[in-house]
């Protein structure tokens, strides 16, 4: 004999959209959030590096071996430290600079790798500068979200709509509930009074 099975709740569409959006919410705070824990990684990294040199300045002439080009591709500068020949990328260049011109460079004593154009203050100024701008705009953005997916939560319903539920009870005397266990409750008078 063929039982009839029946159909699955579809739900409710205004609920699944709701839902939908609040996960997106969830999304953009997390990348958000992400995005200012990175910026401010960069920005701390570039002032740890200043305040170093800064403290002990020690100069040398630096030669450009590679300018910026497109995205991706940043400037290159190659100097030496301690008898070691190093490289850093992206340090500020004038406008006119071409490969192969000297320029002066301000390194760290205590780490030839923090390092920086004579004059400046941040080893690289255009991080330093989208740090700044960026953190913001991040922070601004995840309470933003943040406000949404509490606004999206007030705004649910509190059961579950859309999803029936069916109870199926067994024949008389044996209850779905009970799994075919007979009930505890006894009778009036119990086994006593059938003696």
Not at 69 to 91: F, I, M, W
Not at 111 to 118: E, I, L, Q, S
Not at 180 to 191: A, D, L
Request: hydrophobic share 40%.
């Amino acid at each position: 004999m063929r039982s009839a099975t029946p159909d699955r709740p579809r739900g409710n569409p205004v609920s699944r959209t709701m839902s939908r959006r609040g996960r997106g919410w969830y999304l953009g705070a997390v990348l958000s959030a992400v995005v200012a824990v990175g910026m401010c990684l960069l920005g701390w990294r570039q002032a740890d590096q200043a305040d170093r040199i800064a403290a002990h300045p020690v100069r040398v002439q630096g030669v450009i071996t590679q300018l910026p080009g497109g995205s991706g591709t940043y400037s290159q500068v190659a100097y030496e430290a301690d008898g070691r020949k190093l490289s850093a990328a992206d340090l500020w260049l004038p406008a006119d600079a071409k490969v192969g011109d000297g320029i002066c460079l301000e390194r760290a004593a205590d780490d030839p790798a923090a390092v920086r154009v004579c004059g400046e203050r941040y080893p690289q100024p255009v991080g330093i500068g989208l740090a700044q701008t960026s953190v913001p705009v991040a922070l601004a953005l995840l309470v933003f979200c943040l406000w949404r997916i509490r606004s999206h939560h007030r705004s649910r319903p509190s059961g579950r709509s859309g999803v029936r539920t069916t109870a199926v009870f067994a024949a008389e005397g044996m209850p779905a509930i009970t799994h075919g266990k007979r009930s505890r409750r006894r009778r009036k008078g119990g086994r006593r009074a059938l003696r």
